[in-house]
């Protein structure tokens, strides 16, 4: 099949699903056959519209009129990220898909994926680390336990980890994190399961362990830290302290300089 018929029938296909969604923006649907570090790829975008301001020139009777209007299909800008898009490499055959879900005849479906282009999914590495500070929070939250604290046992946890493999097991990771309460293991292997992650996933190790070897905090005073992750549960360097009153402190001790950086 050629481009240009390939590119209708795609966008025949999105718009014979949408037409059964409950909700659905005005939007434009992009293909583009492209080559990304030489490899040839498949690029489909959904772009929502939005309402905006143009001018539109007419011509009357006493010469050219121009006049302010309100647009109800606008494009999204240059700097705006698209919400709904897949790249699929014609060799490989690989897909990386970004999808929202749509009730459709009363069922919750991933348009893109499940009606568009038939695959499997497997979770991205941003939804497994995601998904794993999420769910840890939620259950250290229920047991009574800090989530900050927790935060910091997955993050020192996927540091360790990413250095001997390029895989991460949530399931495992949570018998790590919860490892002195059986029953908070349980309840995350549970709620992780019941995500989809049932299986480890694949890892970009070395952009994992830069995005987790710092641990960022703000306070309800508006103060924010960055702590090296290796230092959060040193107390040669740093402590958190429980008040009589319910508030919270932080130690930072063994401080040799400070640098004003603006």
Same mark, same amino acid.
């Given at each position: 099949?050629? @481009? ?30 492209? %080559?990304?570090?030489? %490899? %040839?790829?498949?690029?489909? @975008? ?7 301001? #143009?001018?539109?020139v007419n011509q ?10 309100? +647009? ?17 490499? #014609? ?90 309460? *059986?029953?908070?293991?349980?309840? @995350? ?7 989809? @992650? ?16 710092? +641990?960022?905090?703000?306070?309800? #005073? ?5 702590? *090296? ?6 107390t040669e360097f ?8 319910? #508030? ?12 004003? %950086?603006?």
């Amino acid at each position: 099949m050629s @481009f240009v018929p390939f590119s209708k029938e795609l966008a025949k296909k999105l718009e014979d699903a949408f037409v059964h969604a409950e909700e659905m923006a005005s939007s434009d649907v992009i293909v583009a056959d492209v %080559r990304i570090d030489d %490899r %040839r790829q498949i690029v489909i @975008f959904k772009a929502s519209s939005h309402i905006g301001y #143009t001018h539109q020139v007419n011509q009357t009777e006493a010469g050219i009129k121009n006049e302010i209007i309100n +647009h109800y299909s606008i494009m999204p800008n240059l700097s705006q990220k698209m919400e709904e898009f897949a790249f699929i490499d #014609t060799e490989s055959k690989e897909i990386s898909v970004t999808a929202k879900k749509y009730t459709i005849d009363g069922n919750s479906i991933l348009v893109f994926p499940e009606i568009l282009l038939e695959c499997s999914l497997t979770p991205s590495p941003k939804e497994a680390i995601k998904n794993l500070s999420k769910t840890a929070a939620k259950v250290a939250e229920a047991y009574g336990q800090d989530k900050v604290a927790t935060e910091a046992a997955v993050k020192s946890y996927v540091t360790e980890n990413m250095q001997n493999t390029d895989e991460l097991d949530l399931v495992e990771a949570g018998k790590e994190i919860f490892k002195e309460n *059986p029953s908070m293991q349980a309840d @995350f292997d549970n709620a992780i399961k019941e995500a989809g @992650f049932t299986e480890p996933v694949k890892m970009d190790q070395e952009a994992t362990i830069k995005k987790m070897c710092k +641990h960022k905090l703000k306070t309800d #005073t508006g103060i924010e830290l960055t702590i *090296p992750s290796e230092y959060f549960d040193n107390t040669e360097f740093m402590e958190f302290h429980n008040n009589e009153d319910g #508030t919270l402190s932080i130690m930072l001790k063994h401080i040799g300089n400070i640098v004003n %950086r603006g």
